[in-house]
């Protein structure tokens, strides 16, 4: 690239690219089944996570929208774990098919 692109950009300090998973779950336009996984019942049911800490982030997530790295990573695990324990291990579906993830197949055998 040397030649094509600035060595200001070249040799500038690197940092990665991190996704905005807070905006995309929780708040306006967030998906319906979000607020299911994550409320208070559902967290105690599944038995992975301390709901009280579990509303704690999400409440916080909501007030400000001030979202450290950290944050971002744990809602992502919270929500991914529940997903996961929701599709695989539970047997009542409370997602609704508009709702799944367009790309997820779930292979019964």
């Known amino acids: 690239m040397k030649g094509k692109i600035p060595e200001s950009i070249l040799k500038r300090h690197k940092q990665a690219y991190r996704a905005p998973v807070h905006t995309s779950f929780i ?10 996984l994550l ?3 559902t967290i105690n049911s599944f038995g992975y996570f301390n709901p009280a800490k579990v509303d704690k982030l999400v409440e916080k997530i909501g ?4 979202v450290t790295e950290m944050e971002n ?7 991914s774990t529940q997903l996961l324990h929701h ?3 539970q047997d009542n579906v409370f997602v609704s098919p508009a709702d799944k993830p367009a790309n997820m197949i779930i292979i019964e055998e």
């Open 27 to 36: 708040g306006p336009g967030a998906p319906a089944y979000v607020k299911e």
């Open 39 to 41: 409320n208070e019942s």
């Open 63 to 66: 007030q400000n929208g001030q």
């Open 73 to 79: 990573m744990a809602l992502a695990g919270i929500i």
């Open 87 to 89: 599709f695989f291990i």
